[in-house]
């Protein structure tokens, strides 16, 4: 049997019922290929129903046992929290707001590892594997149960703010160590979230359970992409899909195309948060002069009405301005629909955006960088156009199609499916 899957993801299922798009692009290929497929959220807990995976559902959670208090009284005797603290004395990084944080993350850590208990002893199968989305606290609480249960496969993903110490200092005393002992398989996103967590493990951890696996994006692959409109439409048609957050600097490419000085363009953004009111001030006072720019800001929108607007709608280019990244599920989404990229050299998105399928920019030159991103864009052939962006979707295709990467994450029940396909 395939047997049943416990997926562990903090942020898996909002406190209004809302899914999370990271676990809603795999929840239909782990319902087909597992028995039985549930959550441990910071929420509760919710063993999946046939439906939840097309996103339409509201995701009720439940939480046994008191969980978070008994979490609370079990963290200060806690070995693993004794050991992070005597190692942040050492190394002199331990302070009263490090130690109360560490505290909360050891009380979160427990909290899901005594759920997953709970369903391990109430939902048993003859084979589990424990799935933590990110190497924060559910990645602490599924090693605790892999090592209360030895024989249980046990595999943790790693993305950027988990794993990055520029972006939470504290990473390196997280409970990576418990992590490391206990996984079977830590599945990094790129090569440069793996050399950030080398640089703090190195030396204390298995190399050999290291693996570099993008997170990948759900959907079929597009079976043709649609033409570039600037050569059937004469409109170079921009989109960018962001939250607006300062990370991720929205505003440099309104100030970018403030200067742009070629032919029509309309520009699409999706997303909206904290700066939107800025942002739209920003573009009254300089793109709402310009007659060759019009732009258009969508707010936030679901995954569904998304992949609508993708799957209705041509576009040039996608754009994303972020200052730091790890791979962008945003930027794989345009690629999947064969849409070119320009997009800054962070994070590992050099690892995704190849000069085949579009064009990185110095982040250190900012709005300018992204106008010479997009004049050689607009400069290019129709037909070296054409080429670039089947170029992205076969990208996509081969490299970051979720269907295709989950087999080599659960080798076993990808093969016992393919049996009784047959």
Not at 257 to 262: K, M, R
Request: some cysteine.
């Amino acid at each position: 049997m395939p047997g049943a899957l416990i997926y562990l993801s903090n942020c898996g299922i909002q406190a209004d019922g809302r899914a999370n798009p990271f676990m809603m692009q795999e929840l239909p290929w782990l319902m087909r290929h597992f028995d039985q497929v549930m959550l441990v959220s910071y929420y509760g807990v919710r063993t999946f129903q046939p439906g939840d995976e097309t996103g339409r559902n509201t995701l009720t959670t439940v939480r046994p046992g008191m969980a978070g208090l008994r979490a609370w009284l079990r963290a200060p005797f806690t070995r693993d929290l004794w050991r992070e603290l005597s190692r942040m004395a050492k190394e002199h990084a331990l302070t009263p707001l490090a130690a109360l944080k560490l505290a909360a993350f050891t009380q979160r850590g427990l909290k899901m590892h005594y759920w997953t208990e709970w369903l391990l002893k109430h939902h048993p199968a003859p084979r589990t594997t424990l799935y933590s989305c990110w190497m924060s606290f559910d990645g602490y609480a599924a090693a605790l149960s892999k090592r209360r249960h030895p024989r249980v496969r046990c595999v943790v993903r790693g993305h950027a703010y988990d794993i990055d110490t520029e972006r939470n200092p504290m990473n390196p005393y997280l409970m990576k160590q418990r992590i490391a002992q206990e996984a079977d398989g830590l599945y990094f996103i790129s090569k440069t979230a793996r050399q950030q967590y080398l640089s703090y493990m190195a030396g204390r951890v298995d190399k050999r359970k290291l693996h570099v696996l993008a997170m990948g994006s759900g959907g079929e692959p597009v079976e043709t992409p649609r033409e570039a409109p600037m050569y059937t439409q004469g409109v170079m048609r921009v989109v960018s899909c962001a939250m607006l957050i300062p990370i991720k600097q929205v505003h440099l490419l309104a100030e970018a195309l403030a200067n742009w000085q070629g032919g029509p363009v309309c520009w699409t953004h999706i997303g909206g948060g904290e700066g939107e009111a800025e942002l739209r001030k920003l573009i009254s006072e300089k793109l709402d002069p310009k007659e060759n720019v019009i732009c258009e800001l969508l707010g936030t929108l679901d995954s569904a009405r998304i992949q609508q607007i993708y799957d209705t709608k041509a576009f040039d280019v996608f754009v994303n301005t972020s200052r730091k990244e790890g791979v962008p599920i945003s930027i794989m989404e345009a690629m999947r629909h064969g849409i070119p990229v320009i997009a800054p050299r962070v994070g590992g998105i050099p690892e995704l955006v190849t000069p085949d399928v579009g064009y990185l920019y110095d982040p250190a030159e900012g709005a300018q960088g992204v106008l010479n991103a997009l004049e050689q864009l607009a400069s290019l052939p129709r037909e070296r156009a054409e080429r670039m962006r089947s170029a992205a979707k076969r990208r996509w295709d081969k490299y970051y199609c979720s269907a295709a990467l989950l087999p080599r994450l659960f080798p076993e029940q990808a093969g016992r499916a393919g049996a009784r396909a047959k």
